[in-house]
């Protein structure tokens, strides 16, 4: 079945580093969406991307969808400690209505 | 306040008990979703509906069941066949069930059973 991949598990940086996170699937997917859960929270949409190749920015937050649409990044410019968190990408495929979560990273930011 | 609502936050059970998780959302979304996150990992999907009446089994659906009589919710049980059930549950629903559209997140059940 359809695999969705997240790496790195966990990172920690100091804060005013910047991190990425890389999401890779098993299958050629229609859109991705990504979400960010704090500790002890529930995830919360951050963004979706559709194209091949797209590339959106949110302050300092940018997220990629691959050529191939198979994979994605979400890189963060200067981390604060309010980035601290879980970061997931969720990815559907064609003719489908569910989204399969990546595993997650979990980013500590150290100030 | 528009949102979506899981309760209890906290639920524990013995084992071999049924137990029902309440959601509900008043979004007036078509799709709503069940997962299950274990610590440390991702979500993994339950059960997911796109219209009332109607619901198809996700990645993990041996042990529990769900009912989609009302729009607004979508409630599931954790049945005795669940072989492993402690864990967090979170509840999702968004506008569309054609996967366009964001899913907005419940705050969670925690389930532990003992």
């Known amino acids: 079945g359809q695999q969705v991949m997240q790496i790195p598990q966990y990172q920690h940086v100091q804060e005013g580093e910047d991190f990425t996170t890389y999401c890779n699937s098993s299958t050629t997917l229609s859109n991705i969406q990504w979400y960010k859960q704090r500790p002890g929270g529930h995830p919360v949409f951050l963004i979706q991307?559709?194209?091949?190749?797209e590339v959106k920015k949110q302050k300092r937050l940018t997220f990629q969808f691959g050529e191939a649409k198979k994979n994605s990044s979400l890189h963060i410019t200067a981390t604060q400690t309010t980035d601290v968190g879980t970061y997931f990408c969720a990815g559907r495929t064609s003719g489908t209505y569910k989204y399969i979560f990546g595993t997650g990273t979990r980013l500590k930011v150290l100030a | 306040d528009g949102g979506i609502t899981q309760s209890p936050k906290y639920l524990f059970r013995k084992e071999g008990q049924n137990v029902t998780l309440s959601c509900e959302q008043n979004l007036n979304h078509d799709a709503m979703y069940w997962y299950r996150q274990d610590p440390g990992q991702g979500l993994r999907l339950i059960y997911y509906?796109?219209?009332?009446?109607?619901?198809q089994k996700g990645d993990i659906a041996e042990g529990y069941s769900v009912s989609r009589e009302k729009k607004e919710s979508f409630p599931l049980t954790v049945t005795s066949a669940q072989k492993n059930p402690t864990a967090f549950y979170l509840c999702?629903?968004?506008?569309?069930?054609?996967?366009?559209?964001?899913?907005?997140f419940g705050q969670g059940t925690r389930l532990t059973v003992v």
């Open positions: 999702a629903s968004s506008s569309s069930g054609t996967g366009g559209a964001e899913a907005f």
């Open positions: 991307l559709v194209k091949s190749g």
């Open positions: 509906s796109q219209i009332v009446n109607d619901f």
